[in-house]
């Protein structure tokens, strides 16, 4: 289902200078899930789709993502979206048609609807005097609830003692830079608000720019503010990250930039792009030289080296043809005499050991055998041998006295 919904949205003006980009009325709208819950068909049983999840997607329509200066948060499936940002001096006069897409996670049902915003000038701006807090126990869609949100103008207020105060710009701190905090202890991610008065700024704000709270910054400790027992009940300021200028002292810079060539986009307007009577490009023949030229080149390549490897071999035979030939048989006899040598060594035999040897006896002219049999391994023998390592212990008769 579509539908639209009408929203007047104004926004200052500053001419030719404009010093902050996002300095303009900000812009809030809450999705809410019990506004889409009744686009969605009835359930069987009562009260379902009271906690289905429900998410939210946001853009211009025409386009895949929203303009620049309009940004989108939901922090879970059960609570409500909300689109927040500040548009510039340029964006006045052009209707935005916003797109909002409702997701039932539960059931995959959609819905659908249209947010029409018209950006209109007014007098009221501008307001040259701007201070941005960041405040450290907030989130973002937190600070944008309008109860909250003026609360902290009221406290600004209280301090300052403007004519005129207007928020200007709320940002996350996770847009600046900043880190997603722990989930613990209840921790916030923090927030940056803007906002601007018609009145220089006051003694208060002005003490985080002396010296000593100065100092104090630089050493990581929080400044002395007489007015942050004003906040503190409710906002914890980080005073060393406080902004304070002041845009009639502000100097615009124009830098020149060099005439662009061709086929470099305009910087202003929108990009058109070529029709379609232009001609579509062959790029057959590209691939076929692409590919040809490669692999032609592989392919000589490899016919060259086959021929060299295989064609231009000389063989044994011509090789012996071309060899003088003493020098072949200077070649066969050392071939010869390496074989002959290879095959003495495998049948050569060692001296036997004196141990080994027959022993003859003198005086009774008896031979005695040797120890070891004739298939003993000889090569493990040791040369010498003791008398308890015999095998056998062979007793030599002894010479008898005559008589």
Same mark, same amino acid.
Request: proline fraction near 9%; charged fraction near 20%.
């Given at each position: 289902?579509?539908?639209?919904?009408?929203?007047?949205?104004?926004?200052?003006?500053?001419?030719?200078?404009?010093?902050?980009?996002?300095?303009?009325?900000?812009?809030?709208?809450?999705?809410?899930?019990?506004?889409?819950?009744?686009?969605?068909?009835?359930?069987?049983?009562?009260?379902?789709?009271?906690?289905?999840?429900?998410?939210?997607?946001?853009?211009?329509?025409?386009?895949?993502?929203?303009?620049?200066?309009?940004?989108?948060?939901?922090?879970?499936?059960?609570?409500?979206?909300?689109?927040?940002?500040?548009?510039?001096?340029?964006?006045?006069?052009?209707?935005?048609?916003?797109?909002?897409?409702?997701?039932?996670?539960?059931?995959?049902?959609?819905?659908?609807?249209?947010?029409?915003?018209?950006?209109?000038?007014?007098?009221?701006?501008?307001?040259?005097?701007?201070? /941005? +807090?960041?405040?450290? @126990?907030?989130?973002? =869609?937190?600070?944008?609830?309008?109860?909250?949100?003026? $609360? #902290? *103008?009221?406290?600004?207020?209280?301090?300052?003692?403007?004519?005129?105060?207007?928020?200007?710009?709320?940002?996350?701190?996770?847009?600046?830079?900043?880190?997603?905090?722990?989930?613990?202890?209840?921790?916030?991610?923090?927030?940056?608000?803007?906002?601007?008065?018609?009145?220089?700024?006051?003694?208060?704000?002005?003490?985080?720019?002396?010296?000593?709270?100065?100092?104090?910054?630089?050493?990581?400790?929080?400044?002395?503010?007489?007015?942050?027992?004003?906040?503190?009940?409710?906002?914890?300021?980080?005073?060393?990250?406080?902004?304070?200028?002041?845009?009639?002292?502000?100097?615009?810079?124009?830098?020149?930039?060099?005439?662009?060539?061709?086929?470099?986009?305009? /910087? +202003?307007?929108?990009? @058109?792009?070529?029709? =379609?009577?232009?001609?579509?490009?062959?790029?057959?023949? $590209? #691939? *076929?030289?692409?590919?040809?030229?490669?692999?032609?080149?592989?392919?000589?390549?490899?016919?060259?080296?086959?021929?060299?490897?295989?064609?231009?071999?000389?063989?044994?035979?011509?090789?012996?043809?071309?060899?003088?030939?003493?020098?072949?048989?200077?070649?066969?006899?050392?071939?010869?005499?390496?074989?002959?040598?290879?095959?003495?060594?495998?049948?050569?035999?060692?001296?036997?050991?004196?141990?080994?040897?027959?022993?003859?006896?003198?005086?009774?002219?008896?031979?005695?055998?040797?120890?070891?049999?004739?298939?003993?391994?000889?090569?493990?023998?040791?040369?010498?041998?003791?008398?308890?390592?015999?095998?056998?212990?062979?007793?030599?008769?002894?010479?008898?006295?005559?008589?």
């Amino acid at each position: 289902m579509c539908g639209a919904t009408a929203f007047t949205f104004t926004r200052t003006s500053h001419g030719d200078r404009n010093v902050y980009p996002s300095a303009g009325v900000l812009f809030v709208h809450v999705l809410e899930r019990e506004y889409f819950k009744g686009e969605f068909p009835p359930y069987p049983k009562s009260g379902d789709a009271g906690n289905d999840p429900i998410t939210f997607n946001t853009n211009l329509m025409g386009y895949p993502d929203r303009p620049g200066w309009l940004r989108y948060i939901q922090r879970t499936p059960h609570s409500d979206g909300v689109l927040y940002g500040s548009p510039t001096a340029e964006h006045v006069g052009k209707p935005t048609v916003i797109e909002i897409t409702a997701y039932n996670r539960r059931t995959f049902e959609t819905a659908r609807h249209n947010l029409v915003i018209n950006i209109m000038a007014t007098e009221e701006f501008p307001l040259p005097y701007q201070a /941005e +807090f960041y405040i450290k @126990n907030m989130n973002v =869609e937190e600070m944008l609830a309008s109860e909250v949100l003026g $609360d #902290f *103008l009221g406290a600004v207020k209280n301090v300052w003692q403007p004519e005129r105060l207007n928020a200007i710009n709320i940002t996350s701190a996770l847009d600046r830079g900043g880190r997603v905090p722990l989930p613990i202890n209840n921790l916030k991610e923090g927030v940056y608000v803007m906002v601007g008065a018609d009145v220089p700024f006051s003694s208060c704000l002005r003490e985080v720019e002396t010296p000593h709270n100065q100092l104090r910054c630089s050493q990581e400790m929080e400044p002395v503010i007489s007015c942050d027992k004003k906040f503190r009940a409710q906002f914890h300021i980080d005073w060393c990250k406080i902004s304070l200028v002041d845009i009639n002292k502000v100097v615009p810079v124009y830098i020149t930039r060099p005439d662009p060539g061709t086929g470099i986009l305009p /910087e +202003f307007g929108e990009y @058109n792009p070529p029709s =379609e009577s232009l001609k579509s490009r062959d790029y057959f023949s $590209d #691939f *076929l030289i692409t590919l040809a030229v490669p692999s032609a080149v592989a392919l000589v390549l490899f016919f060259i080296l086959g021929y060299t490897m295989c064609c231009r071999r000389e063989g044994v035979e011509k090789r012996n043809m071309q060899t003088p030939a003493i020098q072949l048989v200077h070649h066969s006899s050392i071939q010869k005499s390496t074989k002959e040598l290879r095959s003495m060594s495998k049948n050569r035999e060692i001296s036997w050991p004196l141990s080994t040897l027959p022993v003859f006896n003198p005086v009774s002219g008896e031979v005695v055998p040797p120890i070891h049999p004739d298939n003993y391994e000889t090569t493990s023998m040791p040369l010498m041998q003791t008398q308890t390592n015999l095998q056998n212990q062979i007793t030599i008769p002894q010479q008898r006295p005559s008589g």
